[in-house]
């Protein structure tokens, strides 16, 4: 008899509204309306992980500040917005002086600039000193959450490469940074704790590294000045202060002007800037850069939920996730992205694809089999072939794996001649073993891997495997279909005994069926179950507030999921009217959002449903079009 214990996620109350940015290298999750960076990121594959370096609350990694005539400009006044969707940049008018501020990891980069512009708008010169203040408290390894690393933070000035070079230890260095400026150290104030020195700072992590860098000019009316900062990680600090060198080298304007040509041509919808276009693109960008990465150490591409220390299970590896959410997003950015994600599945992780969750290096992390999961990483090869043809990567990877994945799948088949699993699409035990939903994914399947035989000649066995999936097609609608409130429907899942069970849970709703194509949008079944998913006789579902929609009980408000199938298969007008004025986790998809402010609820940066929402709206657009909802 299994016990059901449920691992569920903790509700948001926090609203500071954050402007993430990355890389495939380096990534700033937590960049605050003051223009304060909290931490900064990376990925290593030895810690199986991510290593996270940041100051404190009230006193960020990174903090720009300004003086006029020594009187501060409060940057915290400042209005944002993002170049081509993604940089996030600022600008706030004080004492007669515009500032501007523009935060952007360049492509290829092992990090980022912070670029600072000053016009003097008033009538006489002015005494301006712009730079940064920071502040190295805390190193933090993150596998689901982060916990506070034990080694030493240490910073000295490095001659050799005229850089602020900074290093964590524990034993042997585990990551090194550096940063620099657009105007050589020797004519700018810097200090580390106070001193300018070659020796090192040493401090064990919790206690502070102070730092500073800034730049003391006189600007007549009118006249402009820019202070880029460049900040490049590695391994270790000479490897970090090296490719510090080779930013600098490259100079703020060429890459900022190669980073923004990328994005133009990458972004998903570029012919309108309404509000839903940017919120699509932006969350195509923020899949494609916070669901994969680069480790550090090894130089490896991985896959995760996010790279976002405020998403609650944060850089571990989903399949579900990355097959069935983040690779549609992926292959509108960047369809190379999606191919490398499927080589990865194919690689890296198949061994324990099935599995609840796993390391970013593929090893098991927490155990349970989940049918979905399995099935996901061929869902996903068959819509990148049907966006690609490109059928190279299915001879590249062999038929071998399809054998083991038909052989992984018997296991799991029941005297029913249905397939069943452990944990559902929400990670959490179920009640009844053989779902609905999970069942027609095998079914799908089963039709893909058939055509992948087909395509490599063995067509007696290609029939073999499709005469198996009407089999279970068969079956599903034998069992499956039960009489419900409004007519026959489609139950959320049934047991050997036949009993069933009505529900619907958004990471796996029954109203996907139609999208992948078990079933037709007009099939009575499916239309009554579509009907009942979002009624009040769904006893998980919202009817109070603006912002109605269904939920499931392992979060308890509307999801942004079920927002997604509406844009595919469902009132898609209204699902756009709703996202419109939604808050989201400030445009960037979460978990689920609250009824009555459409504000992030749980499951902050979530970086896959990110590129499922950037899918969904695109299919939307594209569909339906002459959508045009400026922000209200």
């Not at 105007?183 to 401090?203: A, F, Y």
């Not at 996010?306 to 509108?332: C, E, K, N």
């Not at 590249?396 to 018997?410: M, P, Q, T």
Request: a negative charge; one cysteine or more.
């Amino acid at each position: 008899m299994t016990t059901t214990i449920m691992t569920v996620p903790e509700t948001i109350t926090d609203t500071t509204k954050f402007y993430p940015v990355s890389n495939e290298w380096v990534a700033l999750p937590e960049i605050t309306g003051d223009g304060g960076i909290h931490s900064l990121n990376v990925l290593s594959e030895s810690h199986k992980g991510m290593l996270e370096v940041g100051g404190d609350k009230n006193d960020p990694l990174l903090k720009p500040f300004i003086k006029v005539n020594g009187e501060p400009i409060n940057i915290g006044a400042a209005s944002w917005s993002r170049l081509e969707d993604w940089i996030p940049t600022f600008k706030v008018s004080s004492n007669e002086t515009i500032m501007s501020g523009t935060i952007f990891c360049p492509n290829d980069q092992r990090g980022f600039v912070y670029l600072l512009d000053i016009t003097n708008t008033g009538v006489q010169t002015n005494e301006y000193e712009l730079g940064w203040l920071g502040n190295w408290q805390n190193t933090l390894f993150t596998v689901y959450h982060s916990r506070e690393s034990t080694g030493a933070n240490i910073g000295w000035y490095n001659r050799w490469t005229r850089s602020l070079t900074f290093e964590y230890r524990c034993g042997l260095p585990a990551l090194g940074w550096a940063l620099g400026l657009s105007e050589p150290l020797s004519d700018i104030k810097w200090h580390i704790n106070h001193l300018q020195s070659e020796e090192e700072t040493r401090k064990v992590s919790g206690e502070s590294v102070n730092f500073q860098v800034s730049k003391k000019i006189r600007l007549d009316p009118e006249m402009s000045y820019q202070l880029a900062l460049f900040v490049a990680v590695n391994s270790e600090a000479d490897g970090a202060s090296t490719c510090l060198i080779d930013l600098q080298r490259h100079g703020w304007e060429k890459l900022l002007l190669d980073h923004r040509q990328w994005l133009e041509a990458h972004r998903i919808i570029s012919e309108n800037n309404t509000h839903i276009a940017q919120i699509c693109n932006l969350n195509g960008f923020f899949n494609y850069f916070f669901a994969r990465g680069k480790c550090l150490d090894t130089e490896k591409l991985v896959l995760m939920t996010t790279r976002s220390p405020r998403y609650y299970v944060s850089a571990a590896f989903w399949a579900r996730d990355a097959y069935l959410w983040s690779l549609p997003g992926l292959l509108l950015v960047d369809p190379e992205a999606a191919r490398e994600a499927l080589w990865a599945g194919s690689t890296v992780y198949w061994e324990h694809l099935s599995k609840h969750s796993l390391y970013i290096d593929g090893t098991e992390l927490y155990p349970g089999f989940e049918l979905d999961e399995l099935c996901s990483w061929v869902i996903g090869l068959d819509q990148y072939l049907q966006v690609t043809e490109d059928w190279r990567l299915v001879e590249a990877i062999g038929l071998g794996l399809f054998d083991n994945f038909l052989v992984s799948l018997e296991q799991w088949q029941g005297d029913n001649g249905l397939f069943k699993t452990f944990l559902s699409p929400t990670d959490d035990p179920v009640r009844f073993p053989y779902l609905t939903y999970n069942n027609a994914l095998v079914w799908r399947s089963l039709i893909i891997v058939a055509d992948v035989y087909r395509y490599f000649g063995d067509i007696r066995r290609a029939e073999e495997i499709r005469r198996k999936a009407i089999e279970l097609r068969n079956c599903i609608e034998e069992n499956c279909i039960v009489r419900g409130p409004l007519g026959p429907m489609y139950a959320w899942a049934i047991n050997e005994s036949g009993e069933f069970e009505l529900l619907d849970q958004p990471p796996g709703s029954l109203q996907l069926l139609e999208y992948y194509r078990y079933c037709s949008a007009q099939d009575e079944a499916f239309k009554n179950t579509v009907a009942w998913i979002h009624s009040s006789t769904n006893p998980h579902y919202y009817c109070d507030g603006l912002f109605q929609a269904p939920y499931c009980e392992h979060s308890p408000f509307p999801w942004v999921l079920s927002l997604c199938y509406e844009l595919i298969n469902g009132n898609h007008q209204h699902a756009l009217e709703l996202l419109s004025q939604a808050g989201l986790d400030n445009g960037i998809a979460c978990e689920t959002i609250d009824p009555l402010t459409g504000w992030v609820k749980t499951g902050a940066a979530f970086a896959t449903c990110a590129g499922f929402l950037a899918h969904s709206l695109f299919v939307a657009i594209r569909r339906y079009g002459g959508v045009d909802f400026s922000r209200k």
